[in-house]
């Protein structure tokens, strides 16, 4: 892939799909790339709406369940995709970045018949749900998989548009809008995709370090029906490298020694670690 004139092409140079939203205005002042799921049943009804003037809101690109690309708005143009938002010193991010949406639906609820279901509807499988509570939140909901087709392109995309435009980081709609929007939520990969978009080696020396914000249990899998490590719990501040993630847990390699024991590696709650 290749940007050219503020439009993604393929290596060849001819552009993806380009379905032009009225939803935009304004010079972006490129420092962001920000992660969304649509919310909707299928990324054409997402791109139709997004399209639509009444909606007034857009984003740059939309990514199907099978990888499909289809662009809305040129990547040097504002488009209305986050909202009231703020990271850091800057508030209204909609300036400041460039907004991907993933077809994907979404929360989820499971009704009386043990399916689950979105806000409009449809009905999802077992197999493309994961049970879990966002890192913003307490309880546990059902939230839609993404594909792996999907994040695949998601993650392709992404590094074209870091390198070219010098983007400083990869953010979630959730962490620049905590409380008003829960996307993408906790089935994106969030620490991974991340961590693979900006050059970080498989090598533990070049893996980023997080610490713990409390004392917080290590387990043996990703949930609380895994069994706590005997070698836990670990202590605030304690150093740790995340090595991969199942929803909103962490796989971690733990930097410290802790009670006398090198070498441990296991499961946090992405809630009670933040970068060193």
Request: net charge neutral.
């Amino acid at each position: 892939m290749k940007i050219i004139n503020h439009r993604l092409c393929d290596d060849d140079g001819k552009p993806y799909p380009f379905r032009a939203s009225p939803n935009m205005r304004g010079t972006v002042k490129h420092q962001y790339l920000i992660m969304h799921y649509t919310a909707g049943p299928s990324a054409e009804h997402s791109i139709n709406w997004l399209t639509n003037k009444n909606a007034k809101a857009s984003a740059h690109l939309v990514i199907g369940r099978n990888g499909s690309i289809t662009q809305l708005v040129p990547f040097d143009t504002v488009a209305w995709h986050a909202g009231s938002s703020a990271w850091q010193n800057l508030s209204g991010l909609n300036e400041y970045s460039l907004g991907i949406e993933l077809d994907n639906a979404g929360t989820l609820i499971r009704a009386v018949d043990c399916k689950w279901y979105a806000w409009f509807g449809d009905a999802y499988p077992e197999n493309q749900v994961i049970e879990t509570n966002h890192k913003h939140e307490t309880v546990k909901r059902g939230w839609h998989l993404y594909n792996p087709e999907q994040l695949s392109v998601a993650l392709e995309v992404s590094q074209v548009l870091i390198d070219h435009y010098h983007l400083k980081d990869v953010l979630g709609h959730d962490d620049i809008a905590p409380g008003r929007k829960s996307d993408p939520g906790p089935a994106f990969p969030m620490f991974s995709f991340r961590s693979r978009l900006f050059g970080r080696s498989s090598d533990s020396s070049n893996r980023e370090v997080y610490l713990t914000t409390v004392m917080v249990n290590i387990r043996s899998g990703p949930g609380t029906q895994y069994s706590t490590l005997a070698e836990g719990p670990l202590p605030k501040s304690c150093r740790v490298q995340p090595l991969s993630e199942q929803g909103t847990w962490v796989l971690v390699d733990v930097i410290d020694q802790i009670n006398g024991t090198m070498d441990i590696q296991g499961w946090v709650h992405n809630r009670f670690i933040c970068k060193a």
